[in-house]
């Protein structure tokens, strides 16, 4: 990083999207400002946080002026701005296949087993929402598993 320039990462412990974001930045050698915000305490929705991030989520990365949310864009952000020590495979078929990997798990599976969520729908649709959930979830995995199928290692790619 250059003189004068400052990452920040406003995250929560338990987040597995702020989770991304740490391991990332890890593997990137990008040196970074921990900022904890307790979820439970509900310091998202604090009008200095609001001003960051208007869904009062977990994780943002403030990099100068830059400010990003959502922790597919910080990935994106963070592999476009910082080449050193690539996060996505050079191959553009198998770099897609993993941002494809990577959008199912982030928008088909993980939204359904956030706690937050699931309380917020169960008060809106009921009980039967966790069950709704889970076969959402189910559904994900599965379609992780056919796209994966013959490409699937150690890891779930390669």
Known sequence: MGIGR????????L??????IRFALCHKG???EYKAV??????QF??????LNPLHCVPVLVDDNVVVSDSFAIFLHLEQKYTRKPLL???????ALNLQIASVINSSI???HMIGALKDMEKMFGAETKQ?????????????EKLTKHVAGTYLHG
Do not use: H, N, T
Request: charged residues 25%; aromatic residues 20%; glycine residues 4%.
């Open 6 to 13: 400052k990452v920040v990462l406003y995250s929560y412990w």
């Open 15 to 20: 987040s597995s999207c702020s989770w991304r």
């Open 30 to 32: 990008i040196a970074y």
């Open 38 to 43: 307790d979820l439970v305490k509900g310091e």
């Open 46 to 51: 604090s009008p200095e946080f609001e001003k």
């Open 89 to 95: 495979p050079v191959d553009p078929q198998i770099r």
């Open 110 to 112: 993980q939204p359904y």
């Open 132 to 144: 709704w959930a889970q076969y959402k979830i189910d559904k994900g995995f599965l379609a992780l």
